[in-house]
């Protein structure tokens, strides 16, 4: 074989990382069969181009990123890092490549300044270069003025910026990024993509970098599709659009319907793979060679609504990944609960404040929600949202104004209130030692359920969230999609009235998100009232309304569709959540305190 041409060698010396048939297996423990994390997989990553890795839970992005990082040593198959053996020269490629973890690995008690310190120390980087390095670095992730504040203080977005400075101060010819921007506002995720790709074309470094952000995949010039440790499919964004012209659809509800019953319609009926909702409509990718039927699973009166649309990468994804047995299958006629009001104010606040000594961290806040409604919580990191969805709860108590909830004053009746309520927290925070059974049974007791009721629990909790073939697994040890099943299914165990779900899909897959969503839209359709705080914008067209919230104070509260208004122009016409958020929270737009309330609750 020749050496081939100029522009071959030139491209070849341009390759930073090369992955060749690469496996890596796990023993869980002694005797059990080992767990393939990757199987044969092989990639390459240039300088001066971000790639891309995508996937469902388990597919292996984040023991590909750390075997690249020499933090893993491959069962067989081989890692080029930089020219360098991951195998044999693993200290060498971890002093080259710029490595950010998806816990943005820093010391939480320690200083900005004193975490990239360490980081220098570490890396080796003389002295004299550092006080250059440090200021370039906090210009670009704007903490200048937070070098003093130790991390754990930071908000989630400083500390993703952080956590970019730290994995850059050796300046790398390497950055690998495993799901970086996981739990962070749409301003911070902009933010850090803007210092990525300012990197990548002014300094010509290599990127590899996992999401759980499919609209982040579009920014990828190279995205690499894995699925239970395998490459399915790679190339650029453009190429995986290209496949699926011709099957994706949107439909625009008529004025008396809401997307959410569309989207309950078209999930699970044959020849669709999908149903999302985004902008006020519900957009649909079909099987190959049922574009032409799509319109024959609506209702006679929906059929003028549809329209076909143009790709995105998430539609492809949807298309390319694997259906689970049982995806999209639910019951589109639920149940309502008998004897609840329908139109009945179930959470109310009025002048609501919380202070940590001298910082106001919730601002005079006011808000209504009623029954069966889908509420929203937004806003940037540090807002107050988390803190307001604290006081909520009654995880954490007021310092001043007004709550009541499920009727009771929060207050005074805490214990009355919190019988009502089913809560979710952001991180898993269930008993990792204990099985999925045990989890279970110890939050039906301490519910209160006897023992016929919690068999009864117990039993639906196996068949609305599949658990059975995993009762007997140590929670610790279930995928992230199954952890965040169990954790719901405990806050349901006792039937409450209101449920509160803290950024319940945070570092979850796609498809454990659609699922998510899809059971939610059948709980509110059965009475069941959810506040919801999110990251993912574009889960908050889920909301019937939502609160949009800024330094403890509200930007703006009304329907997705009056939400998305506020920021509409003739140059865009069709603006997003997310735009209007990002727009929201810049102070492009002034809203005047809300957007529109509908009579459902008073301006805060």
């Not at 169990?486 to 897959?509: K, N």
Request: glycine share 10%; with cysteine; net charge neutral.
């Amino acid at each position: 074989m020749g050496l081939g041409t100029a522009d071959d060698q030139a491209a070849k010396s341009d390759i930073v990382l090369v992955v060749r048939h690469l496996c890596k297996s796990f023993v869980t423990k002694k005797g059990a069969p080992a767990q393939w994390a990757l199987d044969d997989v092989s990639l390459e990553a240039h300088a001066g181009r971000v790639t891309g890795l995508v996937g469902a839970d388990g597919a292996g992005k984040t023991t590909l990123i750390r075997t690249a990082a020499g933090l893993l040593l491959p069962t067989s198959g081989t890692v080029t890092v930089l020219g360098l053996d991951s195998a044999k020269e693993a200290i060498e490629i971890q002093r080259r490549v710029g490595y950010m973890p998806q816990k943005f690995g820093l010391y939480q008690d320690l200083s900005v300044d004193e975490n990239m310190t360490l980081y220098a120390d570490l890396q080796g980087v003389p002295m004299a270069e550092r006080p250059e390095r440090f200021q370039r670095l906090l210009r670009m992730t704007d903490l200048t003025a937070f070098t003093r504040r130790r991390a754990g203080a930071l908000s989630g977005g400083m500390k993703q910026k952080l956590g970019l400075a730290c994995a850059l101060i050796k300046s790398p010819r390497m950055l690998l990024l495993d799901e970086p921007t996981v739990g962070v506002d749409p301003v911070s995720r902009r933010e850090l993509w803007k210092i990525v790709y300012a990197l990548v074309e002014k300094e010509g470094i290599g990127v590899l970098l996992s999401t759980a952000y499919l609209d982040e995949a579009e920014r990828c010039q190279h995205v690499v599709l894995l699925h239970e440790g395998r490459n399915l499919d790679e190339g650029a964004p453009q190429k995986f659009k290209d496949r699926i012209r011709g099957r994706v659809f949107l439909i625009t509800p008529p004025a008396d319907v809401k997307p959410r019953q569309i989207q309950n319609h078209m999930a699970g009926q044959k020849g669709i793979i999908d149903a999302t909702i985004r902008s006020g409509r519900v957009r649909v990718v079909t099987e190959h060679g049922w574009g032409a039927q799509v319109a024959e699973t609506l209702p006679a009166a929906w059929r003028p609504h549809i329209r076909e649309a143009l790709p995105q990468f998430e539609d492809a994804f949807m298309a390319l990944i694997p259906r689970r047995q049982g995806h999209f299958q639910i019951d589109p006629h639920p149940a309502v609960r008998k004897g609840l009001p329908q139109d009945e104010v179930v959470v109310q606040t009025r002048g609501l404040e919380k202070w940590f000594g001298a910082f106001e961290a919730v601002k005079h806040l006011s808000f209504e929600v009623r029954r069966g409604e889908i509420f929203g919580l937004l806003g940037p990191n540090g807002a107050g949202k988390s803190t307001t969805f604290r006081m909520l709860c009654g995880l954490l108590s007021a310092s001043g104004g007004e709550i009541r909830v499920a009727g009771h004053d929060l207050r005074r009746s805490g214990a009355q209130a919190r019988a009502h309520l089913g809560y979710m927290a952001q991180q898993f925070s269930l008993y990792g030692q204990l099985s999925v059974a045990e989890n279970l049974t110890f939050y039906g007791r301490a519910y209160g359920l006897g023992d016929p009721k919690l068999r009864e629990r117990l039993a639906w909790a196996d068949a609305e969230f599949d658990l059975a073939r995993w009762r007997a697994t140590p929670a610790g040890q279930l995928p992230g999609g199954y952890k965040q099943r169990l954790a719901m299914a405990a806050a349901l165990l006792h039937e409450p009235d209101i449920i509160f779900l803290d950024e319940p899909t945070s570092g979850v897959d796609p498809l454990a998100r659609r699922e998510f969503w899809l059971r939610i839209n059948g709980f509110a359709e059965q009475g069941v009232t959810v506040v919801v705080t999110t990251h993912f914008m574009e889960e908050s067209e889920y909301c019937d309304r939502m609160l949009i919230m800024s330094q403890g104070a509200s930007l703006a509260m009304g329907t997705p569709a009056e939400i998305r208004k506020l920021v509409r122009t003739p140059d865009r016409p069709d603006p997003t959540i997310e735009d209007a958020f990002v727009a929201l929270a810049l102070g492009e737009v002034i809203p005047g305190g809300h957007a529109a309330d509908n009579g459902k609750g008073d301006s805060p």
